[in-house]
């Protein structure tokens, strides 16, 4: 069933893909979030062209030739433009089927325990306590994620002072029995990073994200090798070759692939299997509520090194504007902590045709 029609809706943020068969039949997905704009037109440049005329239903090896068409772009924007490929290729796949995609690999749909991610650094200790600890009584989350030191911030801290108040601050408000992670967002030296994590590791807190620049693999070792709790990371890292190094250097406990950087299902998948050989879970990366995280969730719940939960965005339309409306079922509800996969064909989500029709439309077809 060859593919004929590749098309684009969106906007400098977000952009969905919809893929069409000679059949008629489609599917949709999305390229990566951010600059959305110039990965749509890296789509219709250097993905379409390869994808156009290929079989919808045997994709993976096309995904490769991609890669080897254009091999003189590695990186990261021709695995951002391949995500609205694969992604909407998984999508038609599931909607053939009759199944939803997280039963094409191999899980069941339903329940799927998340944590709650907080994004913001510039919240003060006391707002993200009790934001977290409303949300633990109201939604049930077990489980929270927030942030410490400054993004890339060669050791400085988002103001004097913020990350030695916001570990205990939000440690204690949470109490006993919840999980409790942060992230650092590459902002230390392997020397301040063991520090603070003495000092997560003093407050309960098991999971250290990111804690020197994550391009650095040995200065992200070191930082493993001094502490007990876990070391996390990789939510940039989209080429085989840095996954690789990274697990030879032994610097992350858990791996954090993000499935729309990674450039999709497919090459996610690699990865966790790369991370099962040396007996590492995955935890993926999923900051925004588009379509990253839906597709996470199918895919985590099929896993069979998955880690213990799906991230899972608390930010609202003050941090994320362009994520409001752009489904009109509502895939994100979360009850007793858990968020819920349908079991719908395909990634089983309807997107708003009112954000469609105000979405900027490109096409590329088969001559
Ligand atoms: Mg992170």
């Given at each position: 069933m060859k593919i004929t029609r590749l098309e684009t809706f969106g906007t400098a943020d977000l952009a969905f893909a919809r893929v069409t068969t000679e059949t008629g039949a489609q599917g949709w997905g999305q390229v990566s979030s951010y600059l959305a704009d110039i990965t749509v037109e890296v789509f219709h440049r250097q993905i379409a062209p390869h994808a156009l005329g290929t079989d919808a239903t045997d994709f993976a090896d096309t995904l490769a030739l991609i890669q080897e068409r254009e091999h003189k772009f590695p990186g990261s924007y021709l695995r951002r433009a391949m995500a609205g490929l694969d992604t909407a290729l998984w999508d038609l796949n599931g909607k053939l089927q009759g199944k939803p995609v997280v039963e094409l690999l191999g899980g069941t749909p339903g329940k799927l325990r998340a944590y709650a991610s907080s994004m913001k650094r510039d919240i003060t200790p006391v707002d993200e306590a009790a934001r977290f600890v409303r949300l633990r009584d109201e939604?049930?989350?077990?489980a929270f994620k927030w942030r410490v030191g400054r993004e890339c911030g060669r050791d400085l801290d988002?103001?004097?002072?913020r990350t030695e108040e916001v570990i205990p601050t939000v440690a204690k408000a949470l109490g006993d029995g919840i999980d409790k992670l942060v992230d650092?967002?590459?902002?230390?030296?392997p020397t301040r990073a063991i520090k603070v994590g003495q000092m997560l590791e003093d407050h309960g807190i098991g999971h250290f994200e990111e804690?020197?620049?994550?391009?650095d693999y040995d200065a992200t070792a070191e930082v493993r090798d001094a502490l007990a709790l876990d070391v996390t990371g990789g939510e940039q890292d989209c080429e085989y070759s840095s996954w690789q190094l990274m697990l030879d250097r032994g610097a992350v406990d858990i791996v954090q692939p993000d499935v729309m950087y990674m450039g999709g299902i497919h090459r996610t998948l690699h990865v966790a299997r790369m991370a099962a050989r040396v007996g590492l879970p995955v935890t993926p990366h999923a900051a925004n509520l588009g379509l990253v995280t839906i597709c996470t969730m199918h895919l985590l719940k099929a896993?069979?090194?998955?880690?213990?939960?799906l991230e899972f965005s608390i930010e609202g339309a003050d941090y994320?504007?362009?994520?409001?409306?752009?489904?009109?079922?509502?895939?994100y509800r979360i009850e007793d902590g858990h968020a819920t996969i349908s079991a719908?064909?395909?990634?089983g989500v309807e997107i708003n045709p009112d954000w469609l029709d105000r979405a900027t439309y490109r096409a590329s077809s088969a001559e």
């Amino acid at each position: 069933m060859k593919i004929t029609r590749l098309e684009t809706f969106g906007t400098a943020d977000l952009a969905f893909a919809r893929v069409t068969t000679e059949t008629g039949a489609q599917g949709w997905g999305q390229v990566s979030s951010y600059l959305a704009d110039i990965t749509v037109e890296v789509f219709h440049r250097q993905i379409a062209p390869h994808a156009l005329g290929t079989d919808a239903t045997d994709f993976a090896d096309t995904l490769a030739l991609i890669q080897e068409r254009e091999h003189k772009f590695p990186g990261s924007y021709l695995r951002r433009a391949m995500a609205g490929l694969d992604t909407a290729l998984w999508d038609l796949n599931g909607k053939l089927q009759g199944k939803p995609v997280v039963e094409l690999l191999g899980g069941t749909p339903g329940k799927l325990r998340a944590y709650a991610s907080s994004m913001k650094r510039d919240i003060t200790p006391v707002d993200e306590a009790a934001r977290f600890v409303r949300l633990r009584d109201e939604q049930g989350f077990t489980a929270f994620k927030w942030r410490v030191g400054r993004e890339c911030g060669r050791d400085l801290d988002e103001w004097p002072g913020r990350t030695e108040e916001v570990i205990p601050t939000v440690a204690k408000a949470l109490g006993d029995g919840i999980d409790k992670l942060v992230d650092a967002n590459s902002c230390y030296s392997p020397t301040r990073a063991i520090k603070v994590g003495q000092m997560l590791e003093d407050h309960g807190i098991g999971h250290f994200e990111e804690p020197c620049p994550y391009w650095d693999y040995d200065a992200t070792a070191e930082v493993r090798d001094a502490l007990a709790l876990d070391v996390t990371g990789g939510e940039q890292d989209c080429e085989y070759s840095s996954w690789q190094l990274m697990l030879d250097r032994g610097a992350v406990d858990i791996v954090q692939p993000d499935v729309m950087y990674m450039g999709g299902i497919h090459r996610t998948l690699h990865v966790a299997r790369m991370a099962a050989r040396v007996g590492l879970p995955v935890t993926p990366h999923a900051a925004n509520l588009g379509l990253v995280t839906i597709c996470t969730m199918h895919l985590l719940k099929a896993l069979p090194n998955a880690g213990k939960y799906l991230e899972f965005s608390i930010e609202g339309a003050d941090y994320y504007p362009w994520q409001q409306g752009l489904f009109r079922n509502d895939p994100y509800r979360i009850e007793d902590g858990h968020a819920t996969i349908s079991a719908e064909p395909g990634w089983g989500v309807e997107i708003n045709p009112d954000w469609l029709d105000r979405a900027t439309y490109r096409a590329s077809s088969a001559e």
